[in-house]
């Protein structure tokens, strides 16, 4: 059984991430989706939630052989830990090649798991969560940029964020 892993931080997941994972899950037998909790960052939902989301976004597609975690530490101790042989990562044209490419060596060197990457479809590769906190924050419209049920938790963050 070959086991792939995509990781992120998803903060929020965008409709390109799950377009990557769902062409992810006709390769493999099983794909992890990782929430990847970076400490240094400051993500605006807590890795609960992008889970619970991520999960939700994908049960009503069906992809039952797609599993959805988080974890602290190294996404290669992840990989052993579940027998992944292979790290997904979707590249968009801003120069993502460049930043994945150092990570996906220093995860071969540390656990001789393999890196593939998976261009984005050009519809969706100017979507990045960074631009939808960016429109939302802006009063801009991000449907069809997330899933539905991101919408109103981006408003409600928002809004907060603006409380405080």
Do not use: W
């Not at 989706?33 to 999960?55: E, G, H, L, Q, W």
């Amino acid at each position: 059984m070959t086991i792939a892993v995509c990781p992120g931080s998803y903060d929020p997941v965008t409709a390109g991430h799950l377009d990557v994972i769902e062409r992810c899950a006709r390769f493999f037998d099983e794909v992890h989706v990782v929430v990847a909790v970076n400490s240094a960052k400051r993500p605006m939902f807590p890795a609960a939630t992008r889970v619970d989301v991520i999960r939700r976004a994908l049960d009503k597609d069906g992809f039952s052989d797609v599993k959805v975690a988080s974890t602290e530490g190294l996404i290669t101790d992840y990989c052993k830990r579940v027998g992944a042989t292979v790290i997904v990562k979707g590249l968009r044209q801003n120069g993502d090649y460049e930043a994945e490419l150092g990570m996906a060596l220093v995860n071969r060197k540390l656990s001789g798991v393999e890196t593939l990457f998976l261009p984005a479809d050009p519809v969706l590769e100017h979507i990045s969560s960074s631009i939808v906190k960016d429109v939302a924050r802006h009063g801009g419209d991000v449907t069809g940029m997330v899933p539905d049920c991101v919408v109103p938790m981006l408003v409600e963050a928002l809004n907060q964020e603006k409380s405080r």
